[in-house]
């Protein structure tokens, strides 16, 4: 699981940016949008290829079956970002590029996530237990200082 190793995900920044990213171009944009583009022209080709894009996606995602969909539905729109930038460059390098940098983005944030969580202040986030009007990150200080959980 990635919370239990969360240094995979550094190792996959380098790796979305030189295979992941070109590697999903060259499939989707460069051989799908570019065989849609024939029969269909570049409005349809961009819309269809995101959504194939998209929809490829829902085998690699956990949870269920209604998160999937909102995440594919979510991909939609960066796979937008992708078809528009190869239709206007011509250029697989481009939507290849971005594609990485924006898988990238997100390796990198879920790190974060996961590294500043092992050393968030401690809130409460039921507040009921709230009954002095103390700020809540004083009271889980004290109740750590004491004992008390």
Known sequence: MVSE??????????????????????????????????????????????VIFAAAHVTSLTGGLESRIITVALLIVPALVFAIAYERTGNLVVPALIHGLYNATLFSLQYAAIKLGEHRPYFCSDRRHNTDNRP?????????STGYS
């Open 5 to 50: 190793t969360p240094e995979a995900l550094l190792v996959m920044i380098p790796v979305t940016i030189l295979l992941i990213g070109p590697g999903e171009e060259l499939l989707f944009r460069g051989i799908i949008q570019g065989s849609l583009r024939e029969r269909f022209g570049p409005i349809v080709a961009i819309v269809l290829a995101s």
């Open 136 to 144: 809540v990150i004083e009271i889980e200080r004290q109740r750590d």
